[in-house]
């Protein structure tokens, strides 16, 4: 819900705090500090204390930073309830989908991981219309309240049955997985497989950071990290940054333009999320990808056609790119990156590469956001799409030459297959 709540509330923040245009900057950009932070010890978290109770650390950090932002006088409680809140959020990017592959059955595993997406394009809307007609205290207010349904229900769900196995901890291992499978289901060959593996796995050293850049390890970090490198340098942030002047120039107010792109992106994500398991990651990764392509394209297109005042209503051509590249992005690479860096890595290394790739997705994030202005001046506002399309080429490239498909698989067959490719190679 972080993701919905700057624009509605900017100018409330800054008419009621009298914050400067500098200081809201540093307001809007401080959560992906705390994000990356929260990022570089998630994994470390998660597996030494559990799934659960990392979920439950995050979301406290969430709950005090939405509290503090409701309840700020001025900048600095401001920013840390924003710091605290992001904090929080980098945690909960890299256990909520780790957690979710690792209790569902390998038929639904991709469509679950997929709904941690859905749910956030679903925050980020909802927080986006009711700012709209509320004060941005209460829109804060409203932000904890997700905070502490998932605090109370963390009690009525069990613990990853393979962090159990990594603990030695057999029994509750088995129980857990019953529990998630179901009183009357047979759980003896899932349960025999989960502990054989994890067994295998824990006759290894401890993994150190530089383990990772092994050679059996290079081609899950090689996927993990560029697939989230090529999600952020394909323009998500710049479109986010640039809609509501493009549509303003579309001659259609930001607020219809950003519901429109609302419209678009909530069916959009739930599509990608009902086909994830029927058609594949790797279909899905391509057409999406294939979709930024020409929405950055086309929107590039647009402001190179005003720049030499060829076509007069080429910024229409601005907002149908702005709209395309929504849709596409939500139908694929928003989501499909994190389904992935869930099911790559060997639970013995899992914690540490799943620290370091959700990092990079914090980093590029923070790179792009910070560098977009830099760029549209060096390279022009046209330049810098091209760019972004650009990326988008590469990462069909990528895709089809890099990333495995991931469907119908148990996680343990998708890693076992992991380091026998990179052997291969």
């Given at each position: ?14 008419n ?32 030494f ?8 650390f ?13 309840f ?86 069990p ?14 291992c ?43 390890y ?14 952020q ?32 992106q909530?069916?959009?994500t739930?599509?990608g999320?009902?086909?994830?398991d029927?058609?594949?990651?790797v ?22 056609l ?96 890099l ?23």
């Amino acid at each position: 819900m972080q993701v919905g709540f700057s624009s509605p509330a900017q100018s409330g923040i800054v008419n009621d705090l009298g914050l400067s245009i500098a200081e809201y900057s540093v307001f809007g950009s401080i959560w992906t500090i705390g994000a990356m932070l929260g990022a570089i010890i998630s994994g470390k978290i998660a597996d030494f204390f559990g799934r659960r109770v990392a979920m439950g650390f995050a979301e406290l950090f969430c709950l005090v930073g939405w509290t503090a932002i409701s309840f700020s006088q001025n900048a600095w409680l401001l920013d840390i309830g924003r710091f605290l809140a992001g904090y929080g959020v980098g945690i909960l990017s890299y256990v909520v989908p780790v957690y979710i592959a690792e209790i569902t059955p390998k038929n639904l595993r991709g469509a679950f991981t997929a709904v941690n997406q859905l749910m956030i394009c679903c925050g980020g809307s909802v927080m986006y219309v009711i700012g709209n007609f509320t004060s941005w205290r209460t829109l804060a207010l409203i932000g904890t309240i997700p905070c502490i349904l998932q605090l109370l229900g963390l009690f009525l769900i069990p613990e990853s049955p393979r962090w159990l196995a990594k603990m030695d901890k057999w029994k509750e291992c088995e129980t857990s997985l019953q529990r998630l499978r179901g009183a009357n289901a047979n759980i003896s060959q899932e349960a025999a497989e989960i502990i054989e593996y994890t067994g295998m796995l824990k006759q290894l050293s401890d993994t150190r950071m530089i383990d990772l850049f092994q050679r059996k390890y290079a081609h899950g970090l090689i996927v993990g990290v560029g697939l989230m490198v090529l999600q952020q340098f394909g323009g998500v942030n710049a479109i986010a940054y640039y809609a509501s002047a493009i549509f303003e120039s579309a001659g259609v107010s930001s607020r219809t333009g950003t519901l429109a792109m609302v419209v678009i992106q909530v069916p959009m994500t739930l599509l990608g999320t009902l086909l994830t398991d029927k058609s594949g990651r790797v279909p899905l990764l391509m057409i999406s990808a294939t979709g930024t392509l020409l929405g950055c394209f086309l929107t590039g297109l647009s402001f190179l056609l005003q720049d030499l005042q060829l076509w007069k209503d080429s910024p229409l051509l601005a907002l149908i790119g702005v709209l395309i590249f929504t849709g596409s992005f939500s139908l694929g690479m928003g989501g499909i990156p994190w389904v992935i860096m869930s099911e790559i890595f060997p639970i013995n290394v899992k914690g540490l590469a799943g620290s370091l790739v959700t990092v990079v997705n914090w980093f590029g994030s923070w790179i792009i956001s910070y560098s977009f202005n830099f760029l549209t001046k060096w390279i022009s506002s046209a330049g810098t799409f091209f760019l972004f399309s650009v990326a988008s080429g590469l990462t069909i490239i990528f895709v089809a030459k890099l990333v495995p498909e991931t469907k119908g698989r148990t996680l343990e067959e998708i890693q076992a297959s992991m380091v026998l490719f990179t052997r291969k190679s």
